[in-house]
């Protein structure tokens, strides 16, 4: 694997245009962060004809690329065995390949989708005594205390000082965070990352187990897409595996375009 430098951001940027949406997360850190600057840092392999895939590193996860869907993925099974993992993502048909080099992470099938704008149709009421406003780094604890106690995100947080510089990285790149609060509580989130000029990823949609099935999460997530357009993103994008999540997304406005896969 080539480490790539700054002076290969046009090339990054031009081998993954065709897909932008299974790319966003490339195209915002690339954008936002840099090609070469912790916490991110892009991979190629050569190939006979040019790369034959990209690897982005985001702390200690990795998200890979490739436009040839017989890529090599023994040799970027072979690079990311001799690193620190936390886990893999990337396109279903890519990462399918990659998978049986590691029997001992779970394999995760999720689906893409993406939202141009908010459904008008769309009417979310907050009920009263519950406000919906944009976070800020200073309810930093806040959100990690709510997405700590979350069963579905137990892989990602966990009590560890790396999740405070992970979620804090999120506003100092552009991003944003919109939750909801019962009686000064906060009850539900959801957040934007790799947010670029273009677009931006939906994660973090979560909401205190005791507090589910009031609509607070469809609140903040259709919060989130409309301050998000207002800034002037083109589109957004987020992933789901649960059908009853996905009946609610798609009244927002969002339509799938795809399988992403996480092995982690």
Not at 51 to 73: E, G, M, T
Not at 200 to 207: E, L, S
Not at 210 to 218: F, L, M
């Amino acid at each position: 694997m080539l480490r790539c430098t700054q002076a290969d951001r046009k090339n990054i940027l031009a081998y993954i245009d065709a897909e932008p949406e299974i790319n966003l997360f490339i195209y915002g850190d690339v954008e936002t962060v840099g090609v070469d600057t912790p916490p991110v840092q892009v991979w190629a392999n050569p190939g006979r004809e040019g790369w034959d895939c990209l690897i982005l590193q985001y702390f200690d996860s990795y998200i890979l690329y490739s436009q040839n869907p017989k890529y090599d993925a023994a040799a970027a099974a072979e690079f990311l065995r001799g690193r620190k993992v936390q886990g893999i993502s990337g396109k279903k048909d890519l990462m399918e390949r990659l998978a049986p080099y590691f029997p001992e992470k779970k394999y995760q099938v999720t689906y893409m989708s993406r939202c141009n704008t908010v459904d008008p149709s769309f009417v979310t009421q907050t009920p009263d005594g519950v406000a919906v406003r944009e976070l800020g780094i200073e309810d930093l604890d806040q959100a990690l205390d709510l997405l700590r106690g979350i069963e579905e995100f137990s892989d990602s947080y966990h009590g560890e000082q790396q999740e405070r510089e992970e979620l804090a990285q999120c506003w100092k790149c552009g991003g944003m965070m919109i939750g909801a609060f019962k009686d000064g509580r906060l009850v539900s989130t959801a957040q934007t990352t790799a947010a670029s000029s273009r677009s931006a990823m939906v994660v973090g949609v979560a909401t205190r187990p005791e507090e589910r099935g009031h609509g607070y999460a469809s609140a903040v997530v259709a919060e989130l897409c409309r301050r998000s357009f207002a800034q002037g993103r083109e589109f957004l994008c987020l992933f789901y595996d649960n059908p009853a999540a996905g009946r609610i997304y798609h009244r927002i406005g969002f339509s799938e375009v795809g399988g992403w896969t996480m092995l982690n």
